[in-house]
């Protein structure tokens, strides 16, 4: 279909590699929504592995209420996203509860922040952020509990304790685990819709306007099949290519023996 001009309706035609030239040198649209897209990976993974880290970390050691805590943060994970991303968008809209607590007990106005380019992404990665870490989170927890605590008691005895035990043990014995939630978290974060498409609509402008989204309104709102399709398969080439990159690099950090 990406080597066909391929409308909607009416009669298709093969192009060849037209759509690809098209996309790559005369749509601005699709290269905008190529760096809306990287901007949120480059932002959205890091965040979400360290956040699901830290608490794995610290719900993995025997407080009261881990387990309710532990529920808490996986709630949005089982929550359809739709749900999620329209309980923020209640809440940070002109009339939302975010700006009118601020204004009723504070006496602060804040501006619209889904009306600002810059917030407007930063309010997408917290979304997803939000919605996403508490699935890292699970399946790091169940790493840390199933690490050899005779390779743990062993190090302490040498004198290794708090973030010098977390470097130097914890973290090797982690890392096939952080290796798979990094990999799936840079999956997921390139194919981003519901967040922006919900929250912002792409906007303001293309502000917020993901590769996704672009290959979604590129045949269903200007009923281009074949452009399309060919933004689909260049994503999917991005999406390989990186993770080629990410399983060839991990031989140099990723410990899978004890």
Avoid at 25 to 47: I, M, Q, S, W
Avoid at 230 to 248: C, E, N, P, S, Y
């Amino acid at each position: 279909m990406s080597l066909f001009d391929w409308p909607a309706f009416g009669d298709r035609a093969f192009i060849g590699i037209g759509n690809y030239v098209d996309l790559l040198t005369e749509d601005p649209d699709f290269l905008v929504a190529f760096r809306n897209t990287v901007v949120f990976v480059v932002l959205t993974v890091p965040l979400n592995l360290l956040l699901a880290l830290g608490l794995a970390l610290l719900l993995a050691e025997r407080i009261r209420g881990r387990t309710a805590f532990r529920v808490l943060f996986f709630i949005p994970v089982v929550t359809p996203m739709v749900a999620n991303v329209f309980v923020w968008r209640m809440l940070l809209q002109p009339e939302g509860i975010v700006r009118s607590g601020a204004l009723d007990l504070f006496g602060l106005e804040i501006p619209n922040l889904l009306a600002d380019p810059f917030w407007a992404m930063v309010l997408v990665v917290v979304v997803s952020v939000w919605a996403g870490v508490g699935y890292n989170m699970l399946i790091l927890i169940a790493a840390i509990e199933q690490l050899p605590q005779t390779t743990i008691e062993a190090a302490r005895l040498d004198g290794a304790s708090g973030l010098r035990l977390i470097g130097r043990i914890v973290l090797p014995l982690l890392s096939p685990s952080i290796f798979f939630c990094l990999v799936m978290t840079t999956i997921g974060s390139f194919q981003v819709f519901a967040q922006p498409q919900l929250l912002t609509g792409g906007g303001p402008g293309n502000a917020t306007l993901p590769l996704v989204m672009f290959i979604y309104n590129k045949g269903f709102q200007f009923h281009d099949l074949g452009g399309a399709a060919a933004a689909g398969w260049l994503l999917f080439a991005v999406i390989i290519g990186l993770t080629a990159v990410q399983f060839r690099a991990q031989r140099r950090w990723v410990h899978y023996e004890h």
